[in-house]
T-cell receptor, first 111, second 112 residues
Framework: RKEVEQDPGPFNVPEGATVAFNCTYS??????FFWYRQDCRKEPKLLMS???SGNEDGRFTAQLNRASQYISLLIRDSKLSDSATYLC????????????FGSGTQLTVLP | NAGVTQTPKFQVLKTGQSMTLQCAQD?????MYWYRQDPGMGLRLIYY???????DKGEVPNGYNVSRLNKREFSLRLESAAPSQTSVYFC???????????FGSGTRLTVV
């Protein structure tokens, strides 16, 4: 079983739609959680951290469910510029490697 | 504020040639990482350095070596390039686990 698993997609949604991605992780001792965004042929960039109480950044909402070991990302009112691959990332300070990356979920927002 | 700088951005090698990918960060991060990314495979960790003076193998270390030259610089060397090493290579650095990583812009390597 992979440490971090994501639905690879692709998700194709119309502009203005709401889309949600889920991610599960296997290490119950994980402490830090992130969503990264990667545009085609570019490096991954931090989109947002995920906090236990859930957090929002504009149109983006992230949720964490520690009991079920899953993380979600909700994008409201999708824009063409949201088209990218979204990487779920989990961190554990007990490992020198720190962060483990999921394989990513591809989103295409259609006009 | 450069962040993480990788060189070169593109490289074509012949099978058997060697080369070194350079990475430098100016954020005073302790940890540095080398990943490769292939279509459909996601990011795979090659080597990492938790602090200056230490290096450890990741998931796919075969065919690579690394050097943590100082706190800023972490290089990746291919001693005898093979077509299977054609990939996009990313360097990243991180402070503490709660703060995520910053990535360089990548090196696109083709081995023919």
């Amino acid at each position: 079983r992979k440490e971090v698993e994501q639905d690879p997609g692709p998700f194709n949604v119309p502009e203005g739609a709401t889309v949600a991605f889920n991610c599960t992780y296997s290490n119950s001792a994980s402490q830090s959680f992130f969503w990264y965004r990667q545009d085609c042929r570019k490096e991954p960039k931090l989109l947002m951290s995920v906090y236990s109480s859930g957090n929002e950044d504009g149109r983006f909402t992230a949720q964490l469910n520690r009991a079920s070991q899953y993380i979600s990302l909700l994008i409201r009112d999708s824009k063409l510029s949201d088209s990218a691959t979204y990487l779920c990332v989990v961190g554990y300070s007990g490992s020198a490697r720190q962060l483990t990356f999921g394989s990513g979920t591809q989103l295409t927002v259609l006009p | 504020n450069a962040g993480v700088t990788q060189t070169p951005k593109f490289q074509v090698l012949k099978t058997g040639q060697s080369m070194t990918l350079q990475c430098a960060q100016d954020m005073n991060h302790n940890s540095m990482y080398w990943y490769r990314q292939d279509p459909g495979m996601g990011l795979r960790l090659i080597y990492y350095s938790a602090s200056e003076g230490t290096t450890d193998k990741g998931e796919v270390p075969n065919g690579y070596n690394v050097s943590r030259l100082n706190k800023r610089e972490f290089s990746l060397r291919l001693e005898s390039a093979a077509p299977s090493q054609t990939s996009v290579y990313f360097c990243a650095s991180g402070a503490r686990v709660g703060y995520g990583y910053t990535f360089g812009s990548g090196t696109r390597l083709t081995v023919v």
